[in-house]
């Protein structure tokens, strides 16, 4: 059994390690995580950036990756508490985006402005508590190589978006996308789908 394995399964050990990652009610690394591991925790390709603004949230006990030429522009917060965050290579995730793994990001993916991508569910059924107090649920979410997403979308958990879909913006996504397809709308539905015989993105008809 791993050392990871013996915290996660031992209450007390796992409680004393949350206190030391980070204070109670903030889900926030504590300084010494964020200034002191993280930097040897971040395993970043050549000429990928994390501009200044952003706050990427990067926990030791779950991985952090990005590849070549990829970048996280300002104001965009990045969390790998409950789940590994992994970006692929030439990827941009744009202004203000919010990113909670387990989330897998391909290659040659555009993320416009202010799109939630989140794995995670807070549980709610125990009326006599709050949600808050409730644990969470995480499912992955897995973006494939050359997605566009539109500012303002939400990608719930558990979404698959297959590859070189199209995301309009404003659509809430709550299941999986096609490949080579366009989805718009809350919940987001296929209005367009990629003919190879023709070449033509080709409406759907209702």
């Known amino acids: 059994m791993t050392i990871k394995e013996r915290i996660k399964n031992n209450p007390a050990l796992k409680k004393a390690a ?15 995580i964020r200034n002191l591991v993280n930097p040897f925790k971040r395993k970043m390709g050549r000429g990928s950036r994390i501009r200044c603004n952003a706050r990427v949230d990067v926990f030791p006990y779950n ?17 790998n508490g409950v789940g590994e965050v992994l970006i692929g290579d030439n990827t941009i995730i744009g202004i203000g985006n919010v990113i909670i793994g387990p989330v897998e990001i391909g ?19 125990n009326v006599d508590i709050s949600p808050k107090e409730q644990g969470v649920d995480c499912k992955r979410v897995i973006i494939a190589d050359n997605v566009w997403i539109g500012a303002n979308s939400v990608i719930t958990p558990g979404v698959s978006i297959g590859k070189h879909a199209v995301i309009g913006a404003g659509s809430v996504v709550t299941k999986n996308v096609p490949a080579y397809s366009v989805v718009v709308g809350n919940p987001a539905t296929v209005i367009k789908i990629y003919n190879p015989e023709t070449n033509e993105w080709e409406k759907v008809i209702a």
Do not use: C
């Open 107 to 125: 290659n040659n993916v555009m993320l416009a402005q202010h799109i939630v991508v989140s794995a995670l569910n807070h549980n709610y059924r």
């Open 18 to 32: 949350l206190f030391l990652l980070m204070s109670k009610g903030d889900p926030r690394p504590r300084w010494w």
């Open 63 to 79: 991985d952090f990756y990005m590849g070549e030429r990829s970048i996280v522009e300002d104001f965009t917060v990045i969390n």
